[in-house]
């Protein structure tokens, strides 16, 4: 079988595992370019909520007839998600559309509008790219395979002090925990660890030890071709 795809590296994982800087930090090692899946349904979600805010409104074929402006632009390290032609990049991390993100990622034809995009720059580029099924439903045949897990407390506590550049107090972070488990279980179907793919807990792992994990991994599938 031909492998319709450049050398791709698939990062998988629940919400919150760090695959989404790890990744990005990864490519510029080993010099190709990031891509993150997340950021396209987040663009769909914004689309989403620009044509129709009440979210309760919201049916699959009208939320992809709203997201079929979405698209990736390359750029020198990653791509740039773009919404009908312009950059949304600030407006996809706002709250309203990580509140309903999720959402939209469960419809088979948004998943299947993200996949096609991805793909299509795969065929283009070598890449990175991170998401939750990326290495069992995108890229079966990726050249490297990682599913990064963490305790969810630990994924709470970093997601916080990201967002709020400080460091979280416990009922803060006990908060957020709640939130990402009842997230986890909303996106179970679609987090599947692929079976050839190498397993990472980084909950006792800096980002620096994790990508430099990934990198090895990374420059062996390069050497074996």
Known sequence: MTVAHRFVIA??????AGKSSTAQWVA??????????GALYRAVTAAALRAEPNVELWREERVLVWGSGVSLA??????TPVLDKRD???????????????????MPAIRSLVNACVRAVAREYDIVVDGRDMGTVV?????????????PWERARRRLTERLERRPTEAEIAEETDRLVQRDARDAMQTVQA????LID????TQAEQVERIVALAEAARARG
Not at 28 to 37: F, L, T, W
Not at 74 to 79: K, L, M, Q
Not at 139 to 144: E, T, V
């Open 11 to 16: 990062i998988d994982g629940p919400a919150a």
């Open 28 to 37: 510029e090692q080993i010099g190709v370019r990031h891509v993150d899946s």
């Open 74 to 79: 390359p750029g020198r390290t990653s791509f």
């Open 88 to 106: 949304v990049s600030d407006e996809i991390r706002g709250a309203e559309v990580t509140r309903h993100v999720s959402r939209v990622a469960q």
């Open 139 to 151: 890229f079966p045949d990726a050249s490297l395979k990682v599913f990064l897990v963490a305790d």
């Open 195 to 198: 079976k050839d793919a190498i």
């Open 202 to 205: 980084t909950t006792s792992l």
